[in-house]
């Protein structure tokens, strides 16, 4: 489960938003990182020359508006 912020509901709602919600929620279901921080360091899993950090910096010139991942939560059956 991961908690990605924007600062419009327009953002929120539009697919390709969704989208990236789902692209970092599948990179922390095959992470060991236990908090943001190092979530964000980490390699991109789709493509290994950005970090989550730079792939969200992407995201963020995209739709012209600060996104942040605000917390996550990895839950095991």
Do not use: H, W
């Amino acid at each position: 489960m991961v908690k990605l912020s924007c600062e419009t509901d327009f953002v929120a709602k539009n697919e390709e938003f969704q989208n990236l919600a789902r692209e970092i929620a599948m990179q922390i279901a095959s992470s060991e990182a236990q908090d943001v921080k190092s979530l964000l360091d980490e390699e991109y899993i789709r493509n290994p020359s950005l970090t989550i950090s730079q792939y969200l910096k992407e995201a963020i010139g995209k739709f012209g508006e600060k996104i942040e991942i605000s917390a996550f939560k990895k839950l095991e059956l």
